[in-house]
């Protein structure tokens, strides 16, 4: 049995969504980040950064949630989920995968920190324009790629736009400019899918 743990409201959305998208067999474990669930057993001994979420699938556990997405879409390939190995599009797959993670999504995490996640003597209020300022070039990077189609790899919807469009969400609501009308459109048009409104009616 697949386990995702933790609170649908957080990264832990992009694996559930996945999960939905391939029609798997899973169990949801919440963790509590307000009780501080995540930072004591069981969670911390699964997770020891004491972050969500986490997979844990037989004997394998994995943390990061593009990974937990990318091994969920890989353990399903006829879903077509994800590019195969060793193909054109799955190099692409991992190029956006990471430039997801590593570039658009970093702004705002940084201002998640420095308004609520740090202790507020280690917050930092004067880094908040520079991350607001820093998201935009990552995203007309975005914006430029989606210039032709809703989609990021091989003409279908994959394991990639659910990332790309679950940071989106993550940007309006934590009050970023996304700046190009291409990227609103791309955001709404996946985040109606059946699989990610289903999960939010839970909520």
């Given at each position: 049995m697949l386990k995702i743990y933790g609170p649908?409201?957080?990264?832990?959305?992009?694996?559930?969504?996945?999960?939905?998208?391939?029609?798997?067999?899973?169990?949801?474990?919440?963790?509590?980040?307000?009780?501080?669930?995540?930072?004591?057993?069981?969670?911390?001994?699964?997770n020891p950064l004491k972050k969500v979420p986490a997979l844990v699938h037989d004997d394998l556990v994995l943390t990061e949630s593009a990974a937990i997405c990318t091994y969920l879409a890989d353990l399903f390939p006829k879903k077509e989920l994800i590019p195969e190995p060793r193909?054109?599009?799955?190099?692409?797959?991992?190029?956006?995968?990471?430039?997801?993670?590593?570039?658009?999504?970093?702004?705002?995490?940084?201002?998640?920190?420095?308004?609520?996640?740090?202790?507020?003597?280690?917050?930092?209020?004067?880094?908040?324009?520079t991350a607001h300022k820093e998201f935009l070039r990552p995203a007309a990077v975005l914006a430029g790629a989606l210039a032709h189609g809703p989609f990021l790899v091989g003409g279908r919807f994959t394991v990639a736009d659910i990332l790309a469009v679950h940071t989106l969400n993550w940007a309006l609501k934590a009050g970023f400019e996304l700046g190009h009308d291409v990227l609103e459109d791309y955001r709404k048009e996946h985040s109606s899918r059946p699989a990610l409104r289903g999960l939010l009616e839970k909520i």
């Open positions: 649908i409201i957080s990264r832990t959305l992009r694996c559930l969504w996945t999960a939905e998208e391939l029609g798997c067999d899973y169990e949801r474990i919440n963790i509590d980040l307000m009780k501080g669930e995540h930072a004591r057993p069981p969670f911390s001994e699964i193909t054109p599009d799955r190099g692409r797959y991992d190029m956006w995968a990471s430039f997801i993670i590593s570039e658009l999504e970093q702004p705002l995490w940084i201002v998640s920190k420095h308004t609520f996640a740090l202790p507020e003597k280690l917050r930092v209020p004067d880094i908040l324009p």
